[in-house]
C-alpha cells in the first residue's frame, strides 16, 4: 500500500521559510518522479515543483521560481520542498505526489498517487 506522508506546513509570517517534507512508503521511491502541488480555497490544484527519479529534471513554476527548491534523499524515500520568502499568496493546501514512469511533469494528471495534504498559511 502506497502512503505518502507530508509534514512541515503550518504558520509562518510573510517573509519567513519552511520545508515541507513528504515520506513515501510502499513504492520503489527510487525509480518515481516526485512532485509538490498546491490549491487554495476557490482555485484549482495547481503545480509548484516537480522533480524526475534521477534528479536530472527539475521543474519550478514561475511563482514560486527564485524562492522555492525541490530536493529528494533517496536514503529516506523522502521529497523536500524548501520555501524561503514566503508571501500571503502562497497560503494553500500543499500536496505532494508520485509518478510512475519517473519522469518529471508538471501536470497533475500525470502523478499516480497524493498525500493527503498539509495547510500552509502565510500571514501578512
Known amino acids: 500500500q502506497v502512503q505518502l506522508v507530508e509534514s512541515g506546513g503550518g504558520l509562518v509570517q510573510a517573509g519567513g521559510s519552511l520545508r515541507l517534507s513528504c515520506a513515501a512508503s510502499?513504492?520503489?521511491?527510487?525509480?518515481?518522479?516526485m512532485g509538490w502541488f498546491r490549491q487554495a480555497p476557490g482555485n484549482e490544484r495547481e503545480f509548484v515543483a516537480a522533480?524526475?527519479?534521477?534528479?536530472?529534471?527539475?521543474r519550478i513554476a514561475d511563482s514560486v521560481k527564485g524562492r522555492f527548491t525541490i530536493s529528494t534523499d533517496n536514503a529516506k524515500n523522502t521529497v523536500y520542498l524548501q520555501m524561503n520568502s514566503l508571501k500571503p499568496e502562497d497560503t494553500a493546501v500543499y500536496y505532494c505526489?508520485?509518478?510512475?514512469?519517473?519522469?518529471?511533469?508538471?501536470?497533475?494528471?500525470?502523478?499516480?498517487?497524493w498525500g493527503q495534504g498539509m495547510q500552509v498559511t502565510v500571514s501578512s
Open positions: 510502499g513504492l520503489a521511491f527510487r525509480y518515481y518522479a
Open positions: 505526489a508520485a509518478r510512475y514512469p519517473g519522469g518529471g511533469s508538471t501536470d497533475r494528471n500525470d502523478y499516480n498517487y
Open positions: 522533480v524526475s527519479s534521477s534528479g536530472g529534471y527539475t
